[in-house]
Each structure stands twice: as structure tokens, then as C-alpha cells.
T-cell receptor, first 115, second 110 residues
Framework: GAGVSQSPSNKVTEKGKDVELRCDPI?????LYWYRQSLGQGLEFLIY????????KSGLPSDRFSAERTGGSVSTLTIQRTQQEDSAVYLC?????????????FGPGTRLTVL | GQSLEQPSEVTAVEGAIVQINCTYQ??????LSWYQQHDGGAPTFLSY????GLEETGRFSSFLSRSDSYGYLLLQELQMKDSASYFC???????????FGQGTELSVKP
């Protein structure tokens, strides 16, 4: 079956512009996560959606970042007024919450470059 | 805050055994996961420990000691394709977010 997909794969934008990143999770996965990874670094948690519950937004670095998940499936991460420090790979992951191993399935990521 | 410690780099030869250690903060700990990431690729799940002891999956094993706030990933019969970054990640509540370490870059030499 299809894995987690993300679009676009690459995004180059100018400082101050808004960007939207999209994630399509694996069908039937109720949990969806956004992370970002700067070059040579670990993954930094951003936000977590679980079913109809209020999302865990504790990792969002500023109020320029927001995310939504429509219909319990597709998610969009929006970054307003982008800054150069926002440049990173943004990774989406999904999970079956009944899974024993807390295994998260990651998409290929969106590489964001802010000039 | 929540932080994890793991070595930044490890080098080993083909056929050898390597152990990558990870220490974490205890408060609210729920489980320890390991992920592999090749250059330019997505992280892929390797193993998960919620209870003390060893979990074995083929050439890879993972160990957890909750009393020591410590775990490790053991890779046996190393192959060149095992050259990658390995991340430990902690779940601090059931089903929640993963907090990742900075990663260990493993280089396997012939």
C-alpha cells in the first residue's frame, strides 16, 4: 500500500513569504505528527494530531507556525512570514494508535529553503 | 527539559558488532525507540522497548534499563548498507510525540 506522502518535495521561498506544506498519511492511521530536521541534526517535534482530540502544539517554535488536519486525514503545515532559520526538512509521520510498538511511518519530507 | 544523549559518531568494520548507547531523562518516560536514517532518506523504525530487557529483530537488538535511564542498539554482522544515522527517541506519554536524540552517524568500513 501507499506510504506517507508529502508535497512539495522541495520549496524555495523568499524571506517574509508564507508557505504551505502538505502531508497525506497512510490510510487508517489516526495519529499524525510533524517534525523538522535541520542539517546534521535530530528531529524536532512540532505538532501532533490524534483523532478528534485537540492537537498537541507544544513543539511549534512561534506563532508563525500553524497546522491543521482536515477530515482526520490530510494535514497542512503553514509557516507565515518565513525566516531564514525556518530552512530545514519538514517531515510528517503517521501511526496506528493501536500499534504495540509506537512505530511511526515517515514521509520523504519537504526541504524548505528560505532565501 | 527533555533531552537524550547519544554518541555523535561510531566507526566499525564489516562483520563486526557495534553498540550505540542512549541515555534519557526519566520523568514521564513511556518507551524508547530506535530509527535509522540514510542520507537524504526518511527515518525508518527499527525497534521499541517499553519494558526492561532485550528485543531482538534479526541482526538488530535493542536493550532498555528503566532503572538506569539507559538503552542501547546493538547491530551485529555489520554490512556496508548499515552505514547511516541512528536515532534514539523517547515517548514521554502513551502514543504521543517522539523526542529524538541528535543521532549517531555509523560508518561501516570494509
Amino acid at each position: 500500500g501507499a506510504g506517507v506522502s508529502q508535497s512539495p518535495s522541495n520549496k524555495v521561498t523568499e524571506k517574509g513569504k508564507d508557505v504551505e506544506l502538505r502531508c497525506d498519511p497512510i490510510s487508517g492511521h489516526t495519529a499524525l505528527y510533524w517534525y523538522r530536521q535541520s542539517l546534521g541534526q535530530g528531529l524536532e517535534f512540532l505538532i501532533y494530531f490524534q483523532g478528534n482530540s485537540a492537537p498537541d502544539k507544544s513543539g511549534l517554535p512561534s506563532d508563525r507556525f500553524s497546522a491543521e488536519r482536515t477530515g482526520g486525514s490530510v494535514s497542512t503545515l503553514t509557516i507565515q512570514r518565513t525566516q531564514q532559520e525556518d530552512s530545514a526538512v519538514y517531515l510528517c509521520a503517521s501511526r496506528v494508535t493501536s500499534g504495540r510498538y509506537n512505530e511511526q511511518f515517515f514521509g520523504p519530507g519537504t526541504r524548505l529553503t528560505v532565501l | 527539559g527533555q533531552s537524550l544523549e547519544q554518541p555523535s559518531e561510531v566507526t566499525a568494520v564489516e562483520g563486526a558488532i557495534v553498540q550505540i548507547n542512549c541515555t534519557y531523562q526519566t520523568s514521564g518516560f513511556y518507551g524508547l525507540s530506535w530509527y535509522q536514517q540514510h542520507d537524504g532518506g526518511a527515518p525508518t523504525f527499527l525497534s521499541y522497548n517499553a519494558l526492561d530487557g532485550l528485543e531482538e529483530t534479526g541482526r538488530f537488538s535493542s536493550f532498555l534499563s528503566r532503572s538506569d535511564s539507559y538503552g542501547y542498539l546493538l547491530l551485529q554482522e555489520l554490512q556496508m548498507k548499515d552505514s547511516a544515522s541512528y536515532f534514539c527517541a523517547v515517548t514521554y506519554n502513551q502514543g504521543g510525540k517522539l523526542i529524538f536524540g541528535q543521532g549517531t552517524e555509523l560508518s561501516v568500513k570494509p
